[in-house]
């Protein structure tokens, strides 16, 4: 019996990666895919009372979600499916105090 195809030993020693904000700091491998995630515009989150209002998605991110992380430069950045505005969010960096 052999053992594994020399592929999947190669691909099982490829860490997985995620990608840097533009300000430096990278997000986490489990909130993006080298192209989900993003500093947001001004008016694309909105604090309301009950969470995160996000404008193109039509989300409320309650403030207890565990989507939401501390940003890593004080900006808010949002990970989304694909990267795409309006689809639905995997994680919300968001500055301290927010």
Do not use: Q
């Amino acid at each position: 019996m052999s053992g594994p195809a020399p592929g999947l030993l190669l691909l099982a020693a490829v860490p997985a990666f995620g990608h840097d904000a533009p300000s430096g700091w990278s997000y986490a491998v489990a909130c993006c895919d080298n192209k989900d995630c993003r500093p947001t515009v001004p008016g694309e989150i909105e604090a309301t009372r009950l969470g995160y209002k996000v404008r193109d998605s039509g989300e409320l991110i309650p403030y207890s979600d565990r989507r939401i992380k501390p940003s890593g430069d004080g900006g808010m950045h949002r990970c989304s499916y694909g990267g795409f505005p309006a689809a639905g969010t995997i994680c919300l960096y968001v500055p301290a105090g927010s």
